[in-house]
């Protein structure tokens, strides 16, 4: 690096800075942690706020007749604005080039407890429109000693859902993450505290 001459200026490199042809901060990382800080901070740094809310809320606002309650006003800018939202550098990049957008050392499977299935995309004729739940797999689990004494927990984190019902899932060579859903707190005073009390019965009760 070279020495500065003015108290206002960066740490600079003389090749880097004909290059970059910018402003930059020029410094040494003398320690891991250090760069995967640096790195993880620009990696999840934020995309500058989009304006294009406030633009459709000025054009809404442009339509509106004098007589136009605020509610109408509210409803045209929702109408305009769901399933919208920004999208970051890093993340256009991963769908343009078709990569992941992130990777993880174990399987996640949501597991619902409030009696809600997917719906088949193909149907064959007789065929039920939704599929079966982990806990329907559950329920018909094969009548033997070690299934009967299985928690739901357990039979989902350690076994892949057979296509039918009734037949014996498959062991998995790694246990996977559970997501429940609904999300219930676990608080006493809660509205929820009984549908909470309820979940980890089914979870941890064969």
Request: with cysteine.
């Amino acid at each position: 690096l070279t020495e500065r001459n003015d108290g206002l200026i960066n740490s600079f490199n003389p090749v880097q800075l004909s290059a970059w042809r910018a402003n930059v901060d020029m410094q040494y990382c003398v320690s891991r942690r250090k760069v995967v800080e640096y790195v993880a901070k620009y990696a999840t740094k934020c995309e500058p706020r989009s304006q294009t809310m406030k633009q459709v809320f000025a054009t809404i606002a442009k339509s509106l007749s004098d007589d136009s309650t605020s509610l109408k006003a509210v409803q045209k800018l929702l109408i305009n604005s769901v399933g919208e939202r920004d999208y970051s550098a890093q993340e256009t990049c991963h769908l343009l080039l078709q990569l992941p957008m992130f990777k993880a050392s174990r399987d996640f499977i949501v597991l619902s407890l409030d009696g809600s299935r997917a719906v088949e995309e193909r149907l064959d004729e007789d065929q039920p429109a939704t599929a079966p739940a982990a806990l329907d797999h559950y329920a018909a689990r094969p009548d033997t000693q070690h299934f009967n004494d299985m928690t739901l927990l357990n039979f989902v984190q350690q076994h892949s859902m057979p296509k039918e019902l009734g037949s014996e899932p498959n062991r998995r060579r790694k246990n996977i993450v559970v997501i429940v859903r609904p999300y219930c707190p676990p608080d006493p005073s809660g509205p929820k505290y009984e549908q909470y009390c309820q979940q980890k019965l089914m979870l941890h009760v064969p």
